[in-house]
Each structure stands twice: as structure tokens, then as C-alpha cells.
């Protein structure tokens, strides 16, 4: 009843004087002067008339909006709270939603895999494949639990980061690679159950608690051994991990300090290495179009043939199926290199290689 009282109560005239004199600070702030000068000529045309009208009538009709916010704050205040809420409760529910359908579809995806596992294993290791599906299955399934309540609760504390790197440089050290090949994958996962607007904040952490003693050590010791070891469980890993941190400037800035380019060259060799459209290939050219975006990266990317193996692969893709994310990835990072000065200089002196981008 008090409610409906306030919203009709005609606005007195201090109010609106008040509400006169906001408006023209607003107009006389933004320099609108022309409009200032016809607004107060209206005003004194309409003050005297408004003195006479006190009438009942006139008191008890639905004001503007714009005298709510003066005459009755407080129910205008909480129909803005409402809509924030149906706002946000809506917005959970299509992430529940959507991580609904995600997971179904993830799960189709596994199935169909299945009645292919032998061709696969033939590409990657089995462990690589599960190890995948899980990591998709678990992001989406955080986000169901949390019945779309994703926010800065998420990141891994101070404590776990240190935990992560002290166990990850111990197990490097004493050559435990199934430990060390844990280490690395809860990071990527912890990675990945982020929501994605917060997930560069995970990547500052990693570069602030110098993950791979890059800063500590002023050199990358630590990474490239990790890069040397000849396993693909280990080489799955690295790269998975390396593919996040580059996700930022930072991170690719992080991973090339002081303009070494030796870990963006281990990740090409690891990529021309690997089996086309597999796992380990897939995080690494996910890792080398993120840095083709920084200039500086595109004369190694040239030195060790990426034009020409980039080429190759979309020419292969035209005969046998290759998969998509490498086809995508590829082409993006093949756009960087070709728009870099340093290519366009390089294609110059180099008549065969500018005939073939040509010819594509």
C-alpha cells in the first residue's frame, strides 16, 4: 500500500528543481549550451503554470521515469536490482545449459572414436586420447555442478602454484616421467576449468611464479630439457602447457625472454615430427599461430621451413582427411607469416617458395 502511495505522489517542486539543475550541469558539463539555453527558457515558460496545477489529478498521475529516481528511489532501486538478478540468473542458466550439451557431445564424439580406436592408437597413444576426452568432460561438468556460478573463486591459489612447480622441477630432476607427466597435465586442466574470461589470470600466475625457472635461472634449462625427453606422454604435456601460456602476450613474451627464439624451434621440430592431425601436433601449432602474431617470432618460423610445411599440409588435406583444428590453425599462422615484412622481404630472394604461396 505504501508502495503504490510513493510511486503516485506527485513530485514537489524541490524536487524538481533539483532535477532541473542536475540536467543543466549535465548539459553545461558536455558544452551543450545551445540545449542549455532552450531548457531554461522552457523552464521559466513552465514554472508558473506548474504552481497553479496542485490539483488532485494532477498529483495522483504516474510520473516519468526520471521523477522515480527522485520521488521514490527505492522502488526504483529494486527494479534495477530485479533485472540484475534475472540478468545473471539467466546467463547461468545458459551456461548450465550449453556445458549440458557440450558433454553430450563430447560423449558421442568418445563413442564414435571407439568403434576407430585401432586407426587412432596407430596415430597417438591411447592414454592421449582419454586423457582428452577427460579434460573436456571435466571442464563441463565443473560448470554443472556450479550451476553456472563460475567466478574468481576458481583460480589455483598461491599455495597450489608452488606445490605444482616444486613437484614439477622435483620429478624433472630425478627423471620421474609419469609423476612429472601428471604435474603437467593437472596444470593444463586446472587451465581449461576456468572460465574463459579468467583464464589469462592463471597464465599471469604461471609466468609470475616463473614456472619454468626462466627468470630465475636467465635461461631455459628447465623447459628445454623437458622438451628433450623422448616420450610422447611428455611431449603431450610440455606442449599442452606450453599452448596455454602462450594464450597471452605475456605468456609469449614469457617464453621467448630476451628474444631467444630456442623453445619457439623446439616446438616446430616437435611439430614436424609428430603424426598429422594428432594430439601433440595439434597443441603445437595451436602455440606457434598464437606467437605468429608478435613480428619478432616470424624469421625463425622462416629459418625452419614453416611456409613450405604449412603448404605441404593443406596440399594433403586436399587428398586424405586431415583434422580441421590443424587445417584452421594453420592457415591463420600461414596469414601472420605471409602479412609479416620479414616474409614479404625473405619472398624477394626466394622465387620458389613465393611461386607456391602463389600457386595456392
Known sequence: MNSKSTQNKSIGL?????????????????????????????????????????DQAYRERIQPRLHKVFA????FIEELGVNKQFHDISKKYRLVIHAAKQMFSVSMNFMQSLSTLPDIISQEPAIELIETFKVQLGKYHKTIQAEGNLDGHELVSETVMKEHKEKFLRFLGNGNVESLVEVLLSLRVNALQIAPELRK????????????????????EVILKVLSIDKNSVRHAISSLISVISSTLKGIEYL????????????????????????????????????????????????????DWILQLLRKSLEEKIHVFCLDFSSAMLANIIHSSHTLEYLKHSKDIARRVSAF
Open 14 to 54: 524541490d524536487e524538481l528543481h533539483l532535477m532541473n539543475e542536475h540536467i543543466q550541469e549535465f548539459l553545461q558539463f558536455h558544452n551543450m549550451n545551445e540545449t542549455l539555453e532552450n531548457f531554461r527558457r522552457e523552464i521559466k515558460s513552465r514554472q508558473m503554470p506548474l504552481r497553479l496545477r496542485n
Open 201 to 220: 589470470n592463471l597464465v599471469y600466475e604461471l609466468i609470475r611464479n616463473d614456472i619454468f625457472d626462466i627468470e630465475a635461472k636467465h635461461n631455459f
Open 72 to 75: 521514490s528511489k527505492r522502488d
Open 256 to 307: 621467448t625472454t630476451n628474444d631467444n627464439m630456442i623453445v619457439i624451434e623446439r616446438v616446430i621440430s616437435i611439430m614436424q615430427s609428430q603424426p598429422d592431425g594428432s594430439v601433440t601436433q595439434r597443441f603445437c601449432i595451436a602455440t606457434l599461430q598464437k606467437c605468429s602474431i608478435k613480428d619478432k617470432v616470424i624469421p625463425t618460423m622462416i629459418d625452419k621451413g614453416l611456409i
